[in-house]
């Protein structure tokens, strides 16, 4: 039984959603003076944010 399709508008979209998910966790983890995350690590996760959801973007629209 395949529960997601190999191909099509249906499959881009579920991957994209996936991809929006990992993006909102990473830049949800922004923490301002925590004594865990380094100042440099929160920069980065936010920079991850931000190209996962140009990913995410690019998915959708398939790849123009």
Known sequence: MKVVPHTG?????LEAALILLAARIIDGRNVQRSGVVSR??????????EKLEGIAERIKRQYP
């Open 40 to 49: 440099r690590d929160n920069n980065d996760m936010g920079a991850m944010a």
């Open 9 to 13: 508008l249906l499959r881009r979209r």
